[in-house]
């Protein structure tokens, strides 16, 4: 997915938003928090369960599900058969889907106008 703005500045999901995942058997989910109001409604808009899916396309998940969470600013990606058997079963290298929320972070997203306004605030 190609992204960037007339000004050139290219934004990923891991500047506008932090991520955990983990497993339950073969389904994995991702919770993706934004760091702002700001971003948080930038992305209702943009990381849907299609895009999630897509992005995650190589891992062949059978359905992903959002789950939208706008009482902490946040959306949570159930990921369905991801896993190839889950922890015990799986040989996969990333059985139980802790490193899922690293990769969907290096998404690269849209560049709206507003971008600056949903970076992390500084502390």
């Known amino acids: 997915m190609g992204s960037g703005s007339a000004n050139g500045r290219v934004l990923h999901l891991h500047d506008i938003a932090h991520a955990r995942s983990g497993d339950k058997g073969n389904h994995a ?3 993706v ?3 702002t109001s700001v971003g948080f ?6 990381l849907t369960a299609e ?9 062949n998940p059978h359905r992903v599900e959002r789950f939208r ?4 600013g ?12 889950g922890a015990s079963r799986s040989l996969l290298i990333d059985s139980q889907g802790k490193a899922l929320a690293s ?5 690269e997203v849209p560049t709206p106008d507003e971008w600056e306004q ?6």
């Open 29 to 31: 989910n991702i919770g």
């Open 33 to 35: 928090i934004a760091w």
């Open 41 to 46: 409604e930038f992305l209702d808009d943009f």
């Open 51 to 59: 895009v999630v899916a897509d992005f995650l396309r190589p891992l």
């Open 69 to 72: 969470m706008p009482g902490i």
């Open 74 to 85: 946040a959306y949570n990606f159930v990921l369905h058969n991801v896993l190839a058997g």
């Open 103 to 107: 990769a969907l972070l290096q998404m």
């Open 118 to 123: 949903m970076l992390k605030p500084y502390e």
